[in-house]
C-alpha cells in the first residue's frame, strides 16, 4: 500500500485512516491505469502521437505530489501539509495547462 505507515493517532479511528488511504490509492491507481490505457491505444495507433513538452510533464509531476502530499496531510491532520499539497497542487495544473496551450500552438 501508498501510505499504509501513516497513523493519525489522536483523531478518527484506525479504521476510519485506513480507509481514507485506501480512497487515496484508489485514486492514484486509477489515475495510473487511465494514463496507461491512454498510452496503449497511442502507441497502436500512431506511436510518435504522445509527445509532451517539458511543462506538461512538470506539471502533472507537480500535481500527482501535491495530491499526495494534501492526502497525507489530511490523513495525519498537518493542516500545514495539506494547505502546501493543495497549492502544489495547483501550481501543477496551472503549468501542465501551460504547456498543453503551448503544445497546440506548436502544432498549429
Known sequence: MLLCGIRHRTEGTSR???LEVAVVEL???LALSRWCAAVQTVRCSEPMLLVMNKHQVKGRVK???GK???ATGRIVGNKSLEE???AQKTAGKVEAVYGDIK???NEK
Open 16 to 18: 476510519q485512516l485506513e
Open 27 to 29: 485514486h492514484l491507481r
Open 63 to 65: 500535481r500527482a505530489k
Open 68 to 70: 499526495i502530499k494534501q
Open 84 to 86: 502546501k499539497g493543495r
Open 103 to 105: 503544445n497546440n500552438l
